[in-house]
């Protein structure tokens, strides 16, 4: 076990090490706290206080979960069950059990330029002007919307105007279409997650 402590200061080796369940590791830039989330798996896996299959290490971008998974295999050999984005995660999460809320288990991410192209799809059936329902403006009071966790109906309760009456329905449409495609957009990884 020593080879996985070798290179952590005293500090980083009691939270490596600590057993007494849920741990809170408070540290500044370039302190070395993915040394010691790295540490601490390979050192649970090692110790057999987990198995790889039961550890799930996240992180925030594909470049660090990708560096993560290659230090903790070059410490122990192994790496855990799932190392990844809790983005990816989540649609990985979303695709075996997203039928029990109502997500089948094919469907698709929309990113930003998805989203537009369908706002204005959906303006476009609704003979609505891009000038006067700009898309990226429509598509900034409907993620504000799911970001209230507002649905199309709740929505049209608060809706004040007919400026948002009709985004109401430009929101009404967009989600049908989203649907007929059996897409989710960024907004509805983060409410369903």
Known sequence: MTSILDNLNPFQQEAVTYAGGPLLVLAGAGSGKTKVLVSKVAYLIKSKTANPESVCLLTFTNKAAAEMKERVA??????????GTFHSFCAKLLRLEGKEIGIPPSFVIYDETDQLDAIKETLSELNLSTSIYKPRVVASV??????????????????????QEKVFTIYREYEKLLKENG?????DLLIKA
Request: glycine share 8%; aromatic share 10%; no cysteine.
């Open 183 to 187: 897409a989710l957009d960024f907004d």
């Open 74 to 83: 070059s410490l122990i050999g192994s790496i855990p069950a799932f190392s």
């Open 142 to 163: 409907i993620s504000a919307a799911k970001n209230e966790a507002l649905t199309p109906i709740q929505f049209a309760g608060v809706a004040k105007g007919d400026w």
